[in-house]
T-cell receptor, first 116, second 118 residues
Framework: GENVEQHPSTLSVQEGDSAVIKCTYS??????FPWYKQELGKRPQLIID?????GEKKDQRIAVTLNKTAKHFSLHITETQPEDSAVYFC???????????????FGKGTKLSVKP | EAQVTQNPRYLITVTGKKLTVTCSQN?????MSWYRQDPGLGLRQIYY???????DKGDVPEGYKVSRKEKRNFPLILESPSPNQTSLYFC?????????????????FGPGTRLTVL
């Protein structure tokens, strides 16, 4: 089945710096890669996603890049702010795993701390 | 307002006492799913459903059951809870297929249910 590795597990940056979180996946059939932000005590929220036919997607200060050959994708946050502090999860959907399109495999998360 | 609701939000129970955690969405989503979140392990999928009467196992289905008799509801059933099922549980819903997600307003998580099994 699919396996998603996420690094680093913790990341501390100064306000205004950039933050990069990387994920790798094992099955080249995976075709959808969402990113979630989870603030302390709250539910995960989808912040950006990318499909396998796209190499990069940007939404204001956040962007996601996908390298299908290397089977890795990354979340980039520019001009970080204290409110970006949260746990970020990457995930992958593999249409062949479990014989359906609904099996979402998550990375273990990255705790991002943005220091004022 | 588009939302996913879960009940109860907090539950303390004892080993072996059957319990059900309800999940309901008001967005007419085909896809619903249950996850458990444990420290250091992230979110792991328990079961998911593609539509009414269509369910499938996720990563960690042992000890859980689900049903999808109506499109809006997707209850999680623990027939005989054990302490290793102590966790934070999230329900989620979306239109299908996930790989066709058109943006950040297409997937919703419920507020979570914190379950403790003594």
């Amino acid at each position: 089945g699919e396996n998603v590795e996420q690094h680093p597990s913790t990341l501390s940056v100064q306000e205004g710096d950039s933050a990069v979180i990387k994920c790798t996946y094992s099955d080249s059939a995976s075709n959808y890669f969402p990113w979630y932000k989870q603030e302390l005590g709250k539910r995960p929220q989808l912040i950006i996603d990318i499909r396998s036919n796209v190499g990069e997607k940007k939404d204001q200060r956040i962007a996601v890049t996908l390298n299908k050959t290397a089977k890795h994708f990354s979340l980039h946050i520019t001009e970080t702010q204290p409110e970006d502090s949260a746990v970020y999860f990457c995930a992958a959907v593999n249409p062949n795993y479990g014989g359906s399109q609904g099996n979402l495999i998550f990375g273990k998360g990255t705790k991002l701390s943005v220091k004022p | 307002e588009a939302q996913v609701t879960q009940n109860p939000r907090y539950l303390i129970t004892v080993t072996g006492k059957k319990l059900t955690v309800t999940c309901s969405q008001n967005m007419n989503h085909e896809y619903m799913s249950w996850y458990r979140q444990d420290p250091g392990l992230g979110l792991r999928q328990i079961y998911y459903s593609m539509n009414v009467e269509v369910t499938d196992k996720g990563d960690v289905p042992e000890g859980y059951k689900v049903s999808r008799k109506e499109k809006r509801n997707f209850p999680l059933i623990l027939e005989s809870p054990s302490p290793n099922q102590t966790s934070l549980y999230f329900c989620a819903s979306s239109f299908l297929p996930l790989s066709s997600s058109g943006g950040t307003d297409t997937q919703y998580f419920g507020p979570g249910t914190r379950l403790t099994v003594l």
